[in-house]
C-alpha cells in the first residue's frame, strides 16, 4: 500500500551528539512558559491518566500535513521565513477531543524529541523556539483522546509516533517524485490527488483555500491521511458505522480551509502573497 520515498527535508543531528543541547533548551522552554506548562520538571507521565480518559469511541486516525505558507498567507501577522516543507499539523482520533482536562502537556516527557519537533512539527504561526502552545493545544485536544491506544498512551507515545508516520508517509517526497513542486504554476486537483492515489494506494483528504475575490485559483493548505487503530492507511472516508467524523478544517480569522474543488485550478505557493 505505501510505497515510501525520501524527500529534500534535511533531519537534524544525531541526538548523541545534542545532549546537552537538548537539556538547555528544556530549561529555557520551562522558565519561558512556566505559567502555562503544569509539573515541567515531574517525572509522572502516565500514572492514573488512563483511568481518567471519557470515553469517546473512535475508529481511525487523521494525520494532518499542512503546507506553511498557506498558514502564513492565512493570518501571516506572526508568520516569518515559513518552512519550505509539507510539516505536522495534528494526529487526530475522529469523533473525539479534549478526553482528559487532568492530563497537562508536560513539555520534559518529550525532551528528547524537542530538535525534531521544531523541524517537522513547528508553530508555524509563532517564530519563537520557546513556545510550545501548538504542542499542548494538540496533546490537550486530541493526544488525551488517542491514549486510549496502547502505543500512543503516554505524551512521548503519541508525539513519537506522529513523527514517525511523518518520515514513513514522506509527503514531501512523494509530490516531488510526481513533479508537483512550490512555484507560481496552477495544477490540476485531479493530477494532485491522482499522485498522492498512487503513490499511497488509498484518498487522503485535501484542503484548500477558496479562491478571494478576484483571484481564480485555490491555493492546496492541508493534506490529511487516515490511519485505522492499527496503524494501517485507509481511504480517508467514512468507515462502516461511521456517521460524523470530526471536521479538521483549519480556520484562522476569516480564512478557512475546505475540501478542493475539483474543477478549480491549484496554486501551490512558494511565498506567503497573493496569487491573482
Same mark, same amino acid.
Given at each position: ?68 505558507? !498557506? ?194 485550478? !491549484? ?10
Amino acid at each position: 500500500m505505501l510505497q515510501g520515498g525520501s524527500g529534500d527535508a534535511v533531519g537534524p543531528p544525531p541526538p548523541e551528539s545534542l545532549k546537552i543541547i537538548e537539556d538547555e533548551i528544556i530549561k529555557q522552554v520551562c522558565k519561558a512558559e512556566s505559567h502555562i506548562i503544569n509539573s515541567c520538571y515531574s517525572n509522572d507521565e502516565t500514572g492514573d491518566h488512563l483511568s481518567d480518559i471519557h470515553p469517546h469511541p473512535w475508529k481511525k486516525l487523521y494525520f494532518a500535513h499542512h503546507w506553511p505558507v !498557506t498558514v502564513c498567507k492565512m493570518d501571516a501577522n506572526d508568520c516569518h521565513d515559513p518552512p519550505m516543507y509539507w510539516t505536522i499539523h495534528g494526529l487526530w482520533p475522529d469523533r473525539a477531543e479534549d478526553c482528559n482536562r487532568t492530563w497537562h502537556f508536560n513539555v520534559t516527557e518529550i525532551k528528547d524529541l524537542i530538535l525534531d519537533m521544531r523541524h517537522y512539527w513547528p508553530d508555524v504561526l509563532h517564530s519563537s523556539l520557546n513556545r510550545t502552545q501548538f504542542w499542548k493545544h494538540e496533546w490537550d485536544k486530541h493526544g488525551t483522546c488517542a491514549a486510549t491506544l496502547e502505543v500512543l498512551n503516554s505524551q512521548k507515545k503519541y508525539f513519537g509516533k506522529a513523527l514517525e508516520l511523518y518520515h514513513l508517509v514522506d509527503l514531501n517526497g512523494c509530490l516531488l517524485k510526481a513533479g508537483i513542486k512550490p512555484g507560481s504554476s496552477y495544477y490540476k486537483m485531479t493530477d494532485i490527488k491522482e499522485a498522492l492515489t498512487t503513490f499511497y494506494g488509498v484518498t487522503p483528504k485535501i484542503q484548500c483555500l477558496p479562491p478571494e475575490e478576484g483571484e481564480k485559483a485555490q491555493t492546496i493548505g492541508q493534506i490529511e491521511f487516515c490511519f485505522t487503530k492499527e496503524l494501517q492507511l485507509v481511504n480517508c472516508m467514512a468507515l462502516e458505522g461511521e456517521s460524523n467524523p470530526m471536521q479538521g478544517h483549519l480556520k484562522l480569522g476569516t480564512s478557512e480551509l475546505s475540501v478542493c474543488n475539483d474543477t478549480l485550478p !491549484t496554486y501551490y505557493p512558494s511565498e506567503v502573497q497573493d496569487h491573482k
